[in-house]
């Protein structure tokens, strides 16, 4: 079992940068892959950046690939999102996941979410 809570989210104008933080507790953090989606009003939830549990391979969704940068610490239980550049349509609930071993998809714990909005 694994929780999972995100921080970090807020108002900022469009070309600036938030750091998303998400805490997770429970045992073996560090044998669980992470990620992050979001969720837009009237949209499906999408996938954004993903980190397997030894941190050694990234994956980024291709309209964050290059502004986004996923990262853990898992002495600390942590997974970060830096978001750099940022735009109008990045406006979402972010959401922090877990899923164990490699990344396949198979999301099992989520977060509550925090929510980013960025102003034009």
């Known amino acids: 079992q694994v929780q999972l809570v995100e921080s970090g989210g807020g108002l900022v104008q469009a070309g600036g940068s938030l750091r998303l933080s998400c805490a997770a507790s429970?045992?073996?953090?560090?044998?669980?892959?992470m990620g992050w989606f979001r969720q837009a009003p009237g949209k499906e939830r999408e996938f954004v950046a993903a980190?397997?549990?030894?941190?050694?391979?990234?994956y980024y969704s291709d309209s964050v690939k290059g502004r986004f940068t996923i990262s853990r610490d898992n002495a600390k239980n942590m997974v970060y999102l830096q978001m750099n550049s940022l735009k109008p349509e990045d406006t979402a609930v972010y959401y922090c996941?877990?899923?164990?071993?490699?990344?396949?998809?198979?999301?099992?714990?989520w977060g509550q979410g925090t929510q980013v909005t960025v102003s034009s």
């Open positions: 996941a877990a899923e164990p071993g490699v990344v396949s998809g198979r999301w099992t714990y």
């Open positions: 429970g045992r073996s953090f560090s044998s669980y892959s």
């Open positions: 980190v397997t549990w030894s941190g050694g391979t990234t």
